[in-house]
């Protein structure tokens, strides 16, 4: 159960970054030069960025909830331990 909590923990940090840079990445690929471009992509911004801070809010209020009740936090998830100085190489 332990490393199944650490995981979901770990999990909703890593969905907080990644919905963070998918609206950098949206708002980067806006054609800066097309006005109605811009107004769409600003106004995707401002409802991604008003949902964004509620999702981080209550995430931050389950992962609290599930810390206090369980006294398992992510940051205590062992690193795995590679032979030699680098991890190995992935793709």
């Known amino acids: 159960m332990k490393t199944r ?7 909703l940090e890593c969905v907080q970054e990644s919905f963070l840079g998918l609206s ?4 980067l690929n806006i054609e800066h030069n097309d006005s109605q ?11 991604f960025n008003k949902k964004l801070h509620e999702f981080n809010r209550i995430s931050s209020e389950i992962s609290d909830l599930i ?8 940051e205590s998830i062992p690193l795995p331990i590679y032979e030699g100085s680098t991890p190995p190489e992935t793709g």
């Open 37 to 47: 471009a811009v107004q769409k992509g600003s106004e995707f911004k401002v409802a």
């Open 67 to 74: 810390e206090n009740y369980t006294n398992i936090h992510p």
């Open 5 to 11: 909590i650490q995981q979901i923990l770990t999990e």
């Open 24 to 27: 950098d990445d949206i708002w």
